[in-house]
């Protein structure tokens, strides 16, 4: 039971750590030219090339600046029209990859890539935090799993009568019928997350055998022949009114 928790818990870890490494090395990535590891320098705009870039204005600058002791002349992308971008003599604030002069970024325009690494964080917070739900989801499993098996708690085969069901995207509610120790009829209620552990699912009047684990409290343990897996499960007594309401 443990080793399948704990391989339950693995499993869900892994697009937790792809998340966080992508979102490493995007940030690293995007952080890169406003380190130290970048030139910072000045260029003067030379030169303005129109065109359309998705049915819009575009402008492509080209810039003089030096690198590494070396005069270079690039290209840079302003992402508006040529009569919005910097025009030619126009100095500006550069950070250059000192191995690539192409990779430049031009700073305190607004441009993109300057504020490139606050989007990629933002997002990776999105991603990272989504993930951490999904993954608190099979951790707080294997916790009530733990805490119920760790009692000494004896497991009893049940046969139940499905009395109604209702499914819905996030998991489904079954009440069941079944005699209790002194053989009078009892109607409680089971709720799990997920498909659940019946294939097919089962129909009213169908009657189902499984193996309960249980303290007394809301949380219990399934068990189902034939398979290997243990579940979840929330059990309740539905009130005399709620009787009424489902037609029991």
Not at 46 to 71: E, M, V, W
Not at 172 to 188: M, N, Q, Y
Request: charged share 15%; hydrophobic share 40%.
């Amino acid at each position: 039971m443990r080793r399948k928790l704990l391989l339950l818990i693995a499993t869900a870890l892994l697009p937790f750590a792809a998340a966080v490494m992508a979102t490493a090395y995007f940030l690293g990535v995007t952080i890169a030219p406003l380190t130290p590891s970048y030139v910072h320098t000045t260029g003067t705009v030379t030169g303005q090339r129109a065109h359309r870039y998705k049915g819009n204005d575009a402008c492509s600058l080209t810039i003089s600046f030096i690198l590494n002791g070396q005069p270079e002349q690039e290209g840079f992308e302003s992402g508006n029209g040529c009569n919005a971008s910097p025009q030619p003599g126009t100095q500006l604030r550069l950070t250059v990859n000192p191995s690539n002069a192409k990779d430049l970024m031009v700073l305190g325009r607004g441009y993109f890539g300057e504020y490139e690494p606050y989007y990629v964080g933002f997002m990776g917070l999105i991603v990272i935090g989504t993930l951490s739900l999904y993954l608190a989801v099979p951790a707080l499993s294997y916790r009530r799993a733990r805490k119920l098996l760790s009692k000494g708690l004896s497991w009893r085969e049940i046969t139940v009568t499905v009395k109604s069901r209702q499914r819905g995207r996030g998991g489904a509610t079954l009440i069941l019928e079944s005699e209790d120790v002194a053989g009078k009829s009892r109607v409680f209620v089971l709720s799990h997350s997920g498909n659940g552990p019946w294939r097919p699912y089962p129909k009213p009047s169908e009657k189902l055998e499984f193996a309960l684990l249980s303290d007394g409290t809301s949380s219990a343990l399934l068990s189902i022949a034939g398979d290997h897996r243990l579940w979840i499960a929330g059990l309740s007594v539905p009130t005399s009114f709620e009787l009424r309401a489902m037609g029991l």
